[in-house]
């Protein structure tokens, strides 16, 4: 790990993960370069280049104070990967059920345990995002003081979970309270700048900046060889 990852996760900030876009794309560049000319690698081929093209603007960023950027455009590359194409409504299918899909998937093909390292080494930070009530759809529902209670079961849920080792029902829990954050941004439900979001903003975009080269990595090292759906646009 260089000094830039050391800092970033001693402050929490946003900045690089471990694993660079450059280290990335040096890691793919021979498979790519296999699956040059291969009508049925093309999709990847471009899921990938579309990925790693948010992922290194998210590294152009010189400082963390952009949150909203940071995490926009990590969930953008996030998309690259799992975003399917609904042929027979001819648009784009659900979020929530592609979403599902590829944690499953990523989660069967992580045979070196990428993902549950991520998990286990920042547990903390996995542990403050389901402490926080506002990231849930259950308390947005009914917003109250018993509902946000009641909406933190997953946080004790959560240390059964990593006892067993049930990192995919983690994972899916954890972007699923990201997804709600980006769903408030984009959808217009959030200020641009504004206070009250700054620590869940943080938080959040921290997070998926260390999930992103696991998802990466695993596809590159294990999924090479997997349909991963018609892409969309």
């Given at each position: 790990?260089?000094?830039?990852?050391?800092?970033?996760?001693?402050?929490?900030?946003?900045?690089?993960?471990?694993?660079?876009v450059r280290?990335?794309?040096?890691?793919?560049?021979?498979?790519?370069?296999?699956l040059a000319?291969?009508?049925?690698?093309?999709?990847?081929?471009?899921?990938?280049?579309?990925?790693?093209?948010w992922?290194?603007?998210?590294?152009?960023?010189?400082?963390?104070?952009?949150?909203?950027?940071?995490?926009?455009y990590?969930?953008?590359?996030?998309?690259?990967?799992?975003?399917?194409?609904?042929?027979?409504?001819?648009?784009?299918?659900?979020?929530?059920?592609?979403?599902?899909?590829?944690?499953d998937?990523?989660?069967?093909?992580?045979?070196e345990?990428?993902?549950?390292?991520?998990?286990?080494?920042?547990?903390?930070?996995?542990?403050?995002?389901?402490?926080?009530?506002?990231?849930?759809?259950?308390?947005w529902?009914?917003?109250?003081?018993?509902?946000?209670?009641?909406?933190?079961?997953?946080?004790?849920?959560?240390?059964?979970?990593?006892?067993?080792q049930?990192?995919?029902?983690?994972?899916?829990?954890?972007?699923?309270?990201?997804?709600?954050?980006r769903?408030?941004l984009?959808?217009?439900?959030?200020?641009?700048?504004g206070?009250?979001?700054?620590?869940?903003?943080?938080?959040?975009?921290?997070?998926?900046?260390?999930?992103?080269?696991?998802?990466?990595?695993?596809?590159?090292?294990?999924g090479?060889?997997?349909?991963?759906?018609?892409l969309?646009?």
């Amino acid at each position: 790990m260089d000094s830039n990852s050391r800092t970033s996760e001693r402050n929490g900030s946003t900045g690089p993960s471990t694993w660079t876009v450059r280290d990335l794309r040096r890691r793919w560049k021979p498979h790519k370069q296999a699956l040059a000319g291969d009508p049925d690698a093309e999709p990847l081929l471009i899921r990938l280049h579309r990925c790693c093209s948010w992922l290194q603007r998210v590294e152009e960023l010189a400082d963390g104070k952009n949150l909203e950027a940071h995490l926009i455009y990590r969930w953008i590359a996030l998309n690259s990967l799992y975003g399917q194409w609904d042929e027979a409504k001819r648009e784009p299918a659900g979020d929530r059920q592609t979403m599902s899909a590829f944690i499953d998937r990523v989660s069967q093909l992580d045979r070196e345990g990428r993902i549950g390292e991520v998990l286990t080494r920042h547990r903390r930070l996995v542990m403050s995002i389901f402490e926080d009530e506002y990231l849930t759809r259950y308390y947005w529902q009914d917003p109250s003081i018993e509902r946000a209670r009641r909406s933190q079961k997953t946080y004790f849920n959560s240390r059964t979970w990593y006892l067993e080792q049930r990192y995919n029902r983690l994972l899916f829990e954890v972007i699923d309270r990201v997804y709600l954050l980006r769903c408030q941004l984009v959808h217009g439900a959030a200020t641009h700048g504004g206070q009250l979001n700054r620590t869940a903003l943080r938080r959040c975009a921290t997070m998926l900046g260390h999930l992103m080269p696991a998802f990466v990595l695993v596809i590159i090292d294990h999924g090479r060889a997997e349909d991963w759906g018609p892409l969309c646009y």
